[in-house]
């Protein structure tokens, strides 16, 4: 099969600012030329570098769509956008300040999140990755989170998507802040944010529609705290 794209129908109390595309892989593909043109020289070279095939596309095949959605959103040919980054990695536009993105991808899915509304970020895991979740419980969440029914690998998944997704909508190194914020559940279906700094208080989470054995969130921060000043390529 082609890749396959659709965008996800979002809660009615997401802002309607900000739209989620889902990207169906075909793995097995050869890399399409259509796909490699709008990429800068840097983003063929980094996803060249992969070893395994189903990498490559992964990475190619999203790279090219991001630069292909924003090109939309910003009247823009997709090989024209120039991407930088913060101090901690995250992505932004070099000169269209009012349009914020982030990527995820995992198996053979990736979703991109685009925003108007703020600072975004977007996670998505599949469930059976082999982790153990007893001793990476205690690294990666909060007293309060572990006390909070994260006994199964599916419900580790489950939060850790929205934790993810909170922290790349901050901006911030994922690793140094993970004791910063806690995510707990009101149900299957909603969570929300416990921490103790103001200046994160336009912080949101939502978990978001995902496919059969996967798990997705989408956090945003509508208070832009995010300084774009490297360039990425």
Not at 89 to 102: H, Q
Not at 142 to 161: P, S
Not at 206 to 221: F, K
Request: with cysteine; net charge negative; charged share 25%.
């Amino acid at each position: 099969m082609a890749h396959i794209l659709h965008r996800l129908e979002l809660s009615n109390d997401i802002p309607a600012q900000v739209e989620v595309w889902q990207l169906e892989l075909d793995l097995q593909i050869a890399i399409q030329d259509c796909d490699l043109v709008p990429l800068s020289e840097s983003e063929r070279t980094h996803a060249l570098r992969f070893y395994a095939h189903a990498d490559q596309v992964r990475s190619i095949a999203t790279r090219s769509l991001l630069r292909k959605l924003l090109a939309e959103k910003t009247a823009s040919q997709p090989e024209a956008l120039h991407f930088v980054t913060n101090e901690y990695g995250k992505p932004g536009l070099r000169d269209y300040g009012g349009i914020e993105f982030n990527v995820s991808h995992s198996g053979s899915f990736a979703l991109i999140a685009l925003s108007m509304a703020g600072a975004v970020g977007v996670d998505i895991e599949r469930h059976d990755r082999q982790i153990d979740v007893r001793n990476l419980s205690q690294y990666v969440f909060t007293r309060i989170e572990r006390e909070n029914q994260l006994e199964t690998r599916e419900a580790f998944i489950q939060r850790w998507v929205a934790k993810e997704s909170v922290l790349k909508a901050l901006g911030v190194g994922i690793a140094n802040h993970l004791q910063a914020i806690s995510i707990l559940s009101d149900d299957n279906r909603h969570c929300h944010i416990v921490h103790d700094n103001p200046a994160w208080k336009d912080l949101k989470v939502w978990w978001i529609q995902a496919p059969d054995g996967y798990a997705s969130a989408l956090a945003i921060n509508s208070k832009r705290l995010a300084c774009y000043t490297a360039k990425e390529n």
